[in-house]
């Protein structure tokens, strides 16, 4: 019985609707459909956002502005691990949490936050060193300040995420996206050059950070000490190695290119990196959002497990893969579109690497089952692992520039595609033939839908970029509806599609465990 049960009792702090998930178990699947979907419209409509102040940016400042801030962002992005320590992961995971946990952990990040900017300051003549470059000393010492800003939203946006309040957190991430896209734009036309990215990242910061407040009544008390946060701590750790370790492969490249080659080849690599990853992130990032709370709810339940997973997994293979390849494909045309003609030399390094992006989907899919199932010590020793690999081709690439580099990490990662699949799925009730079953029909979609998204310059003889952009989704749907008739296989496949999509909006029930 809680104290709201006891006539003039105060109510506990552990009452609080934030640590008490039970009611979300048996609704589980008809929150994880509808927070699917309202994830998904907020982050395209982020993206939106993004995509059009990354075009409106890239004509107002310098590939040169770009690498410049991406010299920095290397550093203090992978000071960014070490801010959430992987708490906010184990917070969702965790069967049950108190109120006095809660406190101590804001406590814990705000300090690493506050620990962090400090860092940041003092490694900011090394950085400006290091790229012989004295505007880098101003500018790292500027983003380390996000620090302090962020950590004072972290767990308040865990526990909305642990309640599985979707349309909340994709609202909050929104107006973070429009803040940070009006204030970088704002001060580029001011001509404050590089500073304006600077800017924009720090107005993400401050927007999330307070949303997050906002929209969360929960309020920390003080921390205290023996409250049983040991077992969080020690699967944070875990969880952090792995993701420095991650973040470290993921910017090594940018470190070289821009030690090597300077700031304006570093500025078409990471233009190039980044527009790659921007689509894939909308879909990834939200279904990983909503199958991770999920599948730690089932993680007792083998059989509903699995079969959420693979739902999953389908919906991220046959909304990615397509559409990478065909990316990959029109890589001239979509970098002349959106960012001009000056980043031509970004196009073929996007192209590797939209090429090494198809199967990326399903590999960090596998990390959504190695966080539900607390298994953050055999992410760790992956990382350990897979990292001198990554950043060895990287310096095989490195003398042949970004292009070079891009080429590596193409290499690298298709080699540790189905290890890192494998190392997933042991001990899970997940095996590497449901995985096969559920890629490889739109692996192959994929490659026809860019067979025929390249005929259209080769055979048609279409050269403009807007025209070749504008007809190649009347191709991919003419070609999608042909193979569709022609494959009883695909077809199968797109109906259950179907009937997810009949799910999220609404038209038709779901099953509480799925």
């Not at 993004?50 to 890239?58: E, N, P, V």
């Not at 693979?310 to 959106?338: C, F, H, N, T």
């Not at 292009?403 to 190392?423: E, H, Q, R």
Request: hydrophobic share 50%; glycine share 10%; with cysteine.
């Amino acid at each position: 019985m809680t104290t709201d049960a006891i006539p003039g009792a105060k109510p506990s702090p552990d009452d609080h609707p934030a640590f008490n998930t039970s009611h979300l178990d048996s609704g589980i699947g008809r929150r994880s459909a509808r927070g699917a979907v309202v994830t998904l419209f907020g982050r395209f409509g982020k993206f939106g956002i993004q995509l059009g102040g990354m075009a409106i940016l890239s004509r107002l400042l310098t590939p040169g502005d770009f690498g410049l801030v991406n010299m920095a962002s290397v550093v203090t992005g992978f000071m960014t691990m070490f801010g959430d320590m992987g708490l906010s992961a184990a917070v969702i995971q965790k069967a049950e949490i108190r109120h006095n946990q809660m406190s101590t952990l804001f406590w814990l990040n705000a300090a690493l936050g506050l620990a962090l900017a400090l860092v940041s300051a003092g490694a900011a003549p090394f950085v400006a060193g290091f790229y012989h470059d004295p505007r880098l000393l101003a500018i790292t010492i500027a983003a380390g300040t996000g620090f302090i800003i962020s950590g004072l939203g972290i767990q308040h946006q865990a526990l909305m995420k642990r309640q599985m309040r979707f349309p909340t957190l994709a609202a909050v991430d929104l107006c973070g996206g429009l803040a940070g896209a009006l204030a970088g734009i704002g001060c580029a036309f001011a001509g404050l050059g590089y500073w304006s990215l600077v800017v924009m990242q720090l107005a993400v910061s401050a927007t999330v950070a307070a949303g997050s407040w906002i929209c969360c009544k929960w309020r920390p008390g003080l921390p205290a000490r023996r409250t049983g946060i040991e077992s969080i701590v020690a699967f944070g750790g875990n969880l952090t190695i792995f993701n420095s370790l991650n973040y470290l492969v993921r910017n090594m490249d940018n470190v070289l290119v821009g030690r090597r080659w300077g700031a304006a080849e570093l500025g078409f690599y990471s233009r190039a990196y980044q527009l790659m990853l921007m689509p894939l992130s909308q879909i990834v990032g939200p279904v990983g959002t909503v199958a991770i709370p999920a599948l730690s709810r089932l993680q007792n339940d083998p059989l509903h497990f699995r079969d959420y997973y693979l739902k999953g997994l389908r919906v991220i293979a046959y909304a990615s893969m397509p559409m990478l390849v065909v990316m990959a494909v029109l890589s001239d045309d979509i970098i002349e579109l959106l960012l001009g003609p000056r980043w031509h030399p970004a196009s073929r390094i996007f192209r590797i690497l939209a090429m090494a992006a198809v199967f990326q989907p399903v590999v960090s899919s596998s990390g959504w089952i190695m966080t539900a199932l607390n298994r953050g010590k055999t992410m760790a020793i992956w990382g350990v692992v897979t990292t001198p690999v990554m950043i060895g081709a990287f310096f095989l690439g490195l003398p042949w520039g970004a292009f070079g580099v891009a080429c590596g990490y193409t290499l690298a990662d298709w080699s540790l595609s189905w290890p890192a699949l494998f190392v997933a799925m042991r001990q899970s009730p997940v095996n590497l033939m449901d995985i096969g079953r559920v890629v490889y029909r739109p692996f192959i979609l994929s490659l026809l839908l860019g067979a025929g998204v390249f005929s259209l310059g080769y055979f048609g003889n279409i050269h403009t970029p807007i025209l070749v952009v504008a007809l190649a989704p009347v191709v991919c749907i003419a070609i999608l509806l042909a193979a569709r008739f022609a494959w009883p296989g695909l077809r199968t496949d797109l109906d259950m599609l179907l009937s997810t999509a009949r799910v999220l909006t609404g038209k038709q029930g779901v099953p509480s465990a799925a």
